[in-house]
Nanobody
Framework: HVQLVESGGGSVQAGGSLRLSCAAS????????MGWFRQVPGKEREGVAT???????SYASSVKGRFTISRDRAKSTLYLQMNSLKTEDTAVYYC??????????????WGQGTQVTVS
């Protein structure tokens, strides 16, 4: 089992920056990837960025060039550096961890979410 705890959310003006953190504990060595998702009330949760076990990253087109996903293996912590924030980035951000299954990535573990508000 894996536990994920996000931190770093808050309120910021448009154009500003925030860094989200996600502390992972438990059987993290078995994970294939970790990622960040976000959700606005009334809308489906969307993927923001992922990083897999060899360090390869992927980003949603809406955040590419503004957000950077990274991890510190020694601290078992995942980060999301968010720059040039826009009002449309306002959402609850979730950290998630995945396994690689025959049919693709399976995000088995989720954090509780952290609110990001851009005004």
């Amino acid at each position: 089992h894996v536990q994920l705890v996000e931190s770093g959310g808050g309120s910021v003006q448009a154009g500003g920056s925030l860094r989200l953190s996600c502390a992972a504990s438990g059987y993290t060595d078995s994970l294939y990837c970790m990622g960040w998702f976000r959700q606005v009330p009334g809308k489906e949760r969307e993927g923001v960025a992922t990083i897999d076990s060899d360090g390869s990253t992927s980003y949603a087109s809406s955040v590419k060039g503004r957000f950077t996903i990274s991890r510190d293996r020694a601290k078992s912590t995942l980060y999301l550096q968010m720059n040039s924030l826009k009002t449309e980035d306002t959402a609850v951000y979730y950290c998630a961890a995945c396994y690689l299954k025959p049919l693709g990535l399976y995000f088995a573990y989720w954090g509780q979410g952290t609110q990001v508000t851009v005004s």
